[in-house]
């Protein structure tokens, strides 16, 4: 009984040490193509920046913010949400000036 157990041990350890250096071999050897291939996809589908999509971009912001103008001019709205949503606008800009600077260099 007790050889049968050493013998099942062995195999189970023969195969886990082989499980181990066939992941070894395909991490090794197949990863790098797998993360060129993740990488090509990922820039393949990145659309670049435009005037166009910078001045439509800009336009909708411009728009925005004189519909929210009026509102406040009629009184139909606070002066603190004008505020609020300005600011909120600002930051995002900020934020993503950097995505914009970035990809010019």
């Not at 250096?21 to 990488?39: S, V």
């Not at 971009?57 to 949503?85: D, H, M, Q, R």
């Not at 606008?89 to 993503?96: C, M, R, T």
């Amino acid at each position: 009984m007790d050889n049968k157990n050493n013998t099942s041990n062995e195999v189970t350890a023969n195969s886990e040490t082989n499980d181990l250096a066939q992941l070894r071999f395909l991490l090794k050897e197949n990863l790098p193509p797998i993360l060129k291939y993740m990488d090509d996809q990922r820039t393949k589908h990145t659309t670049p920046l435009t005037k166009f999509t910078i001045g439509s971009f800009l336009l909708v912001i411009a728009i925005i913010l004189i519909i929210i103008g009026i509102l406040v001019y009629s009184k139909l709205l606070e002066s603190s949400a004008f505020t609020f949503i300005v600011g909120t606008i600002l930051g995002y800009l900020f934020g993503i000036s950097k995505i914009i600077l970035s990809e010019d260099e």
